[in-house]
């Protein structure tokens, strides 16, 4: 672009630059003209007082052109450059400074020290701080008005402090924040205006870092967290408005807030990965969301509590192996997830939710002994209705443990090799329910007896006899009954058979 006559002592902050293309990889190195442009550039704005004047001085330029079309594609064709510069460690001071058109800090070294902006304007240029790092010290973006133009923070590094954009304001353009890296401390948004714009957090690795999001207003833009790392830190976007879509996709994080939340477009958990049981309660979508594969932890369970949750409770005093429920939250929050995911008709969701809801009631809902003891049962036999694995091994383990005890009552009166086929059967007739009905209906020739009826009566007479044998039948009827009926309702719930 050929500068404007008007503009002629600004040519080194000309886009494209009189010295070639500005390499976008960090790697690529600089040619001898533009290392010499991001010098003077970098002189320059560690002198506050030189840098003040020289962007007066290209203001009162700009503002002399009488054309505003011409005035607006003039700004747009300047760029002030600090690629990969290098800045020396302390505090780097830039607040309240003005940057009257585009800004380039692409694969910028701060070093060590806090970086502040903090009160500074940008016009609706573009904003480029990818492939920056910073070090140890705190990022202040905060009451910043970032113009029209795009914001990127591409791969950017912002050591293990913190980065603050409180209260600042985004415009049209387009705010991209992927692959940023923060090792701990916060990434914070509070009061943060987004405008219309689409907000980008993707592939972020952050570590055991809080991003959140306070009173952040965002306009009708896309609002992306995709494939972002926050594995053992945590997503605070309580309470906001996204008039957009959201998506979160693939998302890894601790702990996730998102109560209060208004969705107006569609919002996508699919793949997500929780640390700990998400917050979605009294959220509200205009469309059902996408929960397919969301992954969610059980909830924690303990067999101690404090006495003050103890009273707050109303619990009496537990027996060690009566486990509750550790946060009396939990409850609601998988209630809204399975009603998250009966929306979306996730009918493998909404089983598992409400698993995690009953083991979640332990201690909140489920108080009593009783109470505690049914849930048991329902939870070890068959992970409440959604397992058809586990009762089919409790029928097995109910056949083999009463097989082993007839085979050892009939040593005695039978003995050898015939006491163990005599228990095997006799277990067998009552280890599925109507088994023994049926064998007894099958039709026999005249004063003929089987050899299971002639192995019976070798009991009589002999301790524990048969009346031994009929109660332990019984008995062993009843549970096979009982797992019976929890195969098939887990069965019906793994395949949704009606």
């Known amino acids: 672009m050929y500068p404007h006559p008007a503009l002629e002592d600004f040519n080194d902050w000309l886009h494209p630059s009189p010295f070639g293309h500005w390499p976008e990889d960090p790697d690529e190195p600089l040619n001898d003209g533009q290392l010499q442009i991001v010098s003077g550039n970098a002189r320059l704005l560690l002198d506050r007082d030189a840098w003040t004047a020289k962007v007066s001085r290209f203001n009162s330029?700009?503002?002399?052109?009488?054309?505003?079309?011409?005035?607006?594609k003039l700004r747009n064709g300047y760029c002030i450059r600090f690629d990969r510069h290098i800045f020396d460690d302390g505090d780097k001071d830039f607040t309240r400074f003005e940057f009257?058109?585009?800004?380039?800090?692409?694969?910028?070294?701060?070093?060590?020290?806090?970086?502040?902006?903090?009160?500074?304007?940008?016009?609706?240029?573009?904003?480029?701080?990818?492939?920056?790092?910073?070090?140890?010290?705190?990022?202040?973006?905060?009451?910043?008005s970032f113009g029209d133009g795009g914001f990127f923070c591409i791969g950017t590094?912002?050591?293990?402090?913190?980065?603050s954009f409180y209260r600042s304001t985004f415009g049209k353009g387009v705010r991209t924040f992927s692959g940023v890296k923060l090792q701990d401390g916060y990434f914070d948004f509070p009061l943060t205006e987004f405008g219309s714009g689409d907000f980008h957090f993707v592939d972020a690795k952050l570590r055991s870092a809080f991003v959140r999001f306070y009173g952040a207003k965002f306009g009708q833009g896309h609002v992306r967290f995709e494939g972002s790392q926050i594995e053992a830190g945590a997503l605070l976007f309580r309470s906001l408005h996204v008039r957009g879509r959201l998506d979160c996709r693939w998302l890894t994080v601790g702990t996730a807030d998102f109560s209060e939340l208004v969705v107006d477009d569609v919002a996508d958990w699919t793949d997500a990965?929780?640390?700990?049981?998400?917050?979605?309660?009294q959220m509200k979508l205009d469309r059902a969301p996408e929960v397919a594969r969301m992954r969610v932890?059980?909830?924690?369970?303990?067999?101690?509590?404090?006495?003050?949750?103890?009273?707050?409770?109303?619990?009496?005093?537990?027996?060690?192996?009566?486990?509750?429920?550790?946060?009396?939250?939990d409850v609601l929050k998988l209630r809204k997830l399975k009603a998250m995911a009966i929306a979306a008709n996730d009918h493998e969701k909404d089983g598992e939710f409400?698993?995690?809801?009953?083991?979640?009631?332990?201690?909140?809902?489920?108080?009593?002994?009783?109470?505690?003891?049914?849930?048991?049962?329902?939870?070890?036999?068959?992970?409440?209705?959604?397992?058809?694995?586990?009762?089919?091994?409790?029928?097995?383990?109910?056949?083999?443990f009463f097989a082993a005890l007839y085979t050892l009552m009939a040593v005695l009166p039978i003995g050898g090799w015939n006491s163990l086929w005599f228990g095997t059967t006799y277990s067998f007739k009552n280890s599925l329910p109507f088994l023994g009905t049926i064998t007894r209906s099958v039709p026999s020739l005249d004063g003929h007896t089987s050899w299971f009826a002639k192995q019976l009566g070798k009991f009589e007479g002999v301790q524990p006899g048969l009346d031994w044998l009929t109660v332990l039948g019984t008995g062993q009827a009843i549970l096979?009954?009982?797992?019976?009926?929890?195969?098939?309702?887990?069965?019906?719930?793994?395949?949704?058979l009606k």
């Open 157 to 163: 590094d912002f050591g293990s402090q913190s980065v």
């Open 354 to 400: 409400f698993a995690y809801e009953m083991m979640a009631k332990r201690g909140t809902e489920h108080t009593t002994f009783w109470q505690l003891l049914a849930n048991t049962i329902y939870w070890k036999v068959s992970f409440y209705g959604q397992s058809y694995l586990r009762p089919l091994a409790w029928m097995f383990g109910n056949f083999g």
């Open 480 to 496: 096979s009954l009982i797992f019976f009926f929890f195969l098939l309702l887990g069965l019906r719930n793994r395949f949704r």
């Open 297 to 329: 932890p059980e909830p924690d369970l303990v067999h101690i509590i404090s006495e003050i949750e103890q009273k707050k409770r109303a619990l009496p005093k537990r027996d060690f192996w009566q486990l509750v429920a550790a946060d009396g939250q």
């Open 61 to 72: 330029a700009l503002a002399a052109l009488e054309d505003d079309r011409r005035f607006e």
């Open 100 to 144: 009257p058109c585009s800004v380039s800090f692409h694969g910028c070294h701060f070093g060590d020290g806090d970086v502040d902006f903090r009160s500074s304007t940008f016009a609706d240029g573009d904003v480029d701080l990818s492939w920056a790092t910073f070090g140890e010290g705190a990022v202040i973006l905060s009451h910043i």
């Open 273 to 281: 990965k929780f640390g700990s049981i998400p917050d979605f309660r």
